[in-house]
């Protein structure tokens, strides 16, 4: 396997079973200090810099948790409209970079533009780690996720992932890509003009995960383990940043996870993940359901991104 420290986390396409594996095995580790709200010493000499280009809630403020959990530094922005990125001079980021990896030891990169992270990772002598590129990936969300799953399931081997809404999501390419990696089935259900592409699903099949298609959730809830979420009332992740207009729609019955149709038809032991921000294809009296793990994997998002954190840092092999 090789090793973490020094690296940068741009894909999970790559991603091999023992890494996953050894990296559940540190947030294993490292989850008490969390769980029990500790701070420890372990990156006390280290800072983290965030640079992020689109808005934020979860991913830059659960690896500013983490990084401060595991007793580090943070400096960066959440805005790039207040640096010179953002302003007249558009500054690229190559030069933008080259100022960064002088203000800390890790950056975390959020952009509007696919390939963004994976630029500045050319450019940094300090590992960078990709918080969402455009339509691309996520994957220390996806990270999160299994995670989230190993925890909560005991497992992630066997088990039958419904995903549902915009498959152009940056989670689903990460997830897909970590599926190929265990014993997965794959089901996604998404308008045709937010399905995945002809080619993706190619190269996903080429590593022996084909993923199905349905036209309704109310086809397959029946099959689902996890049913992993994502709107499709959706932002234009392709934009530094997508106001909302006066009408932003509803979703089809086809794409909505509610209380009647999981009592209906899922199973029991099923589970709900979704990153969130949610809109009306998760209504809130979910929430309460048995099936809800959406704020259980908030939770492990912290402990994703200590482990995460102290690996590419060095602190622990
Ligand atoms: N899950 C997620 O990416 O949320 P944010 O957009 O709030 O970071």
């Not at 095995?25 to 989850?31: N, R």
């Not at 390939?115 to 691309?136: L, M």
């Not at 915009?166 to 265990?182: G, K, N, P």
């Amino acid at each position: 396997m090789r090793s973490f420290a020094g690296r940068d986390i741009l894909s999970l396409k790559g991603f091999e079973r023992a890494e996953f594996e050894h990296v559940f095995e540190v947030a294993d580790d490292l989850e008490p200090i969390a769980r029990e709200r500790r701070n420890t010493d372990l990156l006390a000499e280290k800072t983290l810099v965030t640079a992020f280009y689109q808005p934020s809630t979860r991913t830059r403020l659960a690896h500013e948790a983490a990084m401060h959990r595991l007793g580090g530094h943070v400096t960066g922005f959440a805005d790039a409209k207040m640096t010179r990125a953002g302003d007249f001079y558009q500054e690229s980021i190559k030069d933008t970079v080259h100022m960064l990896e002088y203000y800390g030891d890790v950056l975390v990169m959020r952009h509007f533009q696919q390939g963004a992270p994976h630029e500045a990772a050319r450019w940094a002598s300090i590992p960078v780690i990709n918080a969402g590129d455009g339509w691309g990936e996520h994957p220390t969300q996806v990270l999160t996720d299994l995670y989230t799953v190993r925890r909560e399931v005991g497992r992630v081997d066997g088990l039958t992932w419904v995903c549902i809404g915009d498959m152009r999501m940056r989670t689903m390419h990460s997830l897909a890509y970590a599926l190929t990696q265990f014993d997965a089935r794959m089901i996604s259900i998404a308008p045709p003009e937010m399905s995945l592409t002809d080619e993706f699903k190619a190269e996903i099949a080429e590593q022996n995960l084909v993923i199905e298609e349905a036209e309704h959730i109310r086809d397959v809830i029946g099959e689902a383990d996890v049913i992993y979420m994502e709107p499709v009332v959706q932002a234009d992740y392709t934009k530094g940043r997508d106001e909302r207009g006066d009408d932003v729609g509803t979703t089809p019955d086809n794409y909505r996870v509610t209380r009647e149709l999981l009592a209906e038809g899922a199973k029991p032991s099923s589970i709900i993940l979704h990153s969130l921000p949610r809109m009306d294809e998760l209504p809130t009296d979910v929430d309460s359901t048995r099936h809800a793990r959406y704020w259980q994997e908030a939770y492990y998002g912290v402990v994703m991104r200590m482990a995460l954190l102290a690996l590419v840092l060095g602190a622990v092999e």
